[in-house]
């Protein structure tokens, strides 16, 4: 696909977004845009409301005010698991993953939606099971092959290494087939060269799937590393936008993480 | 092919089913060798067909419990539901089928069905809670069935089903019988439960229950249960989720129920009360939150010790509620967790060590 082809259309816009927790406003008045086979990065310092954005966009919280379009789809009536039918997956920020489940059912469990036999098919052991079971043992291959976690299929989820659970949650989050993928500080805990690694896989996802990307994280290598362009927003706030070069160099952006 | 026919059976997930289906068929065959050989105490004998049905019910707790990760305290309930419905549906098909084997069948499937539907009665409000609201709320249940059926009187004859509450006021036509009479419970039920018939329930219980968790619906399950805010985040619809696996557990336990009513000629409501749940409970606790073989064997041997230990009787339920105080201690322990893990560890590389040479 030579550059001029690829989808360039809006996935995300956000608009005017705010929530209150009873007295305080934890953010409020942001906008957002996220076009297709973009991946855009959400900064700012300790208890901006970074993961609260996250948390309206998937509905975990309900937005006090505001609009938010995924494919020009208002979400406003939609529960956490219709908007991830819509098209938003997420990783935490503290990882959630079954703990309890090998790493590959994890995987297969992201795509519950994608599986159309019923409870009794799997329990009368249908054709239809079969063959779809098959299916998405395949694609969950895959998917742990992308995050380098395929050796690993079969161990429970809770007793892999901690770069190994934030990659497991993003495969997990790409098998819901996610139009847009959130992602809650994907580096956290991770050395330099799993950092390094995990950028790498976050491009390939991206190029891979002709997905849009928004990700928190605190790692500026990474940040300044993948992100085409970086909104920073403090106490709940917008305080700036634009590519990482013009983000840089934005004295209220440096104000706002090193203080006068 | 041989080969690869045996690796399979050491994976785990196969390899826990297939010695649960073993123990039962091997328990099955030496069990009917030593009644045909008459070395099988009348003691134990009439101890078979409820011991199974105890199991049945319990492997549907253990769903609920075990991988749902649901408090139900009202498994006694469902099968109280099982259990007078199966009553009820054999008398007034008795003159229709005559084969009992078939009568059977169709009882524990309305028994089955009718407690399902209770189920899903009572999980329509209470699965959207999260916390403990299923525990009070089935503990009431089982309560509340057991008041209903106490207070309950229902007659049969040519005209169709009669009910009065409280005090019977049930005048039938000549040929009709009573099948429920309020605190006697049923009487006179012909006995068709029996022991194959037993088994046979406990390894249809199995095939579901294992079907269902190695399927789309076992993984939501035990996600649901891991993490409510993953699950949902990934589009997982968390209270049809728990109540696919209470209703499940629940129709289990009406089968259970209706065999277990099946093998009495008399059966009073007050058999299904709070501690028959609870005994249920300690059964899927003590085996083994989510092992199937565990509470297979936990059901057969608590079923079997007081009958065997008949002059500690007295101290029974105080032994019980001991043990599960000493089991939750202990598998909370650090130390002791520690040296189970290593034996385990040691116990699956001797057996990979097997399959390699």
């Given amino acids: 696909m030579s550059e001029n082809n690829i989808d360039r259309s809006l996935i995300l816009e956000v608009e005017d977004l705010g929530i209150d927790f009873g007295g305080l406003t934890a953010v409020n008045n942001l906008s957002l845009k996220v076009y297709n086979n973009e991946i855009v990065g959400l900064i700012g310092p300790n208890g901006a409301g970074k993961t609260t954005v996250f948390n309206m966009l998937t509905k975990v919280y309900q937005p006090s005010r505001g609009t938010i379009r995924l494919c020009g789809q208002d979400t406003a009536k939609m529960t956490t698991v219709e908007v991830n039918k819509a098209g938003i997956a997420r990783t935490f920020q503290n990882i959630r993953l079954f703990q309890n489940l090998s790493v590959i059912d994890n995987v297969k469990a992201g795509m519950h939606n994608k599986i159309t036999y019923s409870p009794a098919d799997s329990i009368f052991r249908t054709r239809k099971y079969y063959d779809q079971e098959k299916q998405i043992e395949e694609k969950a291959h895959e998917l742990l092959k992308i995050m380098g976690l395929d050796s690993l299929a079969e161990i429970s989820a809770g007793s892999l290494p901690y770069g190994g659970q934030r990659r497991l949650e993003i495969a997990r989050a790409m098998a819901t087939d996610p139009k847009l993928l959130l992602l809650d500080e994907p580096a956290a805990g991770m050395n330099p060269q799993e950092t390094e690694e995990l950028m790498d896989m976050i491009r390939f996802v991206r190029d891979h799937f002709h997905i849009a990307i928004l990700l928190i994280e605190h790692d500026m290598k990474l940040v300044m590393g993948i992100c085409e362009r970086i909104t920073v927003i403090n106490f709940g706030m917008m305080l700036a936008s634009g590519t990482p070069e013009e983000i840089q160099s934005n004295p209220a952006v440096i104000k706002a993480y090193l203080g006068e | 092919m041989m ?12 390899r826990s089913r297939t010695i649960s289906y073993l123990l039962v068929i091997i328990a099955f065959i030496i069990l009917q060798l030593m009644s045909s050989t008459g070395s099988l105490s009348s003691l134990l004998k009439s101890l078979l067909v409820p011991v199974c049905c105890y199991t049945v019910a319990a492997i549907g707790l253990n769903l609920n419990v075990g991988f749902s990760g649901e408090l139900n305290l009202g498994q006694a309930g469902f099968m109280s539901v099982g259990a007078f419905t199966g009553i009820c549906v054999s008398g007034m098909l008795a003159s229709m089928i005559t084969n009992p084997v078939l009568r059977l069948i169709i009882a524990i499937i309305a028994g089955a069905l009718i407690a399902a539907l209770m189920g899903y009665i009572i999980g329509i409000p209470v699965l959207k809670l999260q916390g403990d609201y299923l525990a009070i709320v089935t503990l009431a249940f089982g309560q509340i069935i057991k008041s209903i059926i106490t207070n309950m009187y229902l007659g049969f004859d040519e005209n169709g089903l009669h ?14 019988k009573m099948l429920l009479q309020g605190p006697m419970g049923a009487t006179g039920t012909q006995r068709i439960a029996s022991f194959a018939i037993g088994i046979i329930l406990i390894l249809c219980a199995l095939t579901i229950v294992y079907n269902l968790i190695y399927s789309k619906s076992g993984r939501a399950i035990m996600g649901c249960r891991d993490n409510r805010i993953a699950a949902e985040s990934i589009g997982i619809n968390v209270a049809n989720t728990k109540m ?38 300690v059964f899927v606790v003590l085996g083994g939150l989510g092992n199937m073989t565990g509470t297979i064997i936990s059901t057969t041997v608590l079923m079997l010790l007081p009958e065997l230990l008949r002059s500690l009787q007295d101290y029974r339920m105080l032994i019980y509620a001991i043990v599960l105080i000493v089991i939750m201690l202990v598998t909370n322990n650090a130390f002791l967790q520690a040296k189970a893990a290593k034996l385990r560890e040691s116990l699956i590389k001797g057996k990979k060590g097997a399959k390699l040479s």
Avoid: C, H, M, R
Avoid at chain 2, 3 to 14: A, G, H, M, P, V
Avoid at chain 2, 163 to 172: A, G, M, P
Avoid at chain 2, 252 to 265: P, V
């Fill in chain 2, 163 to 176: 009910v009065s509450f409280v005090e019977n006021k049930v005048t039938l036509a000549s040929g009709g």
């Fill in chain 2, 3 to 14: 080969k690869n026919f045996f690796s399979k059976l050491f994976d785990q997930k196969l």
């Fill in chain 2, 244 to 281: 696919l696996a209470f209703i499940i557990s629940a129709s289990l336990a009406g089968a259970a129920g209706a065999l277990y009513g099946l093998n009495y000629s008399t059966l009073v409501p007050n058999k299904f009360d709070f501690n028959t749940s609870i005994l249920i409970l």
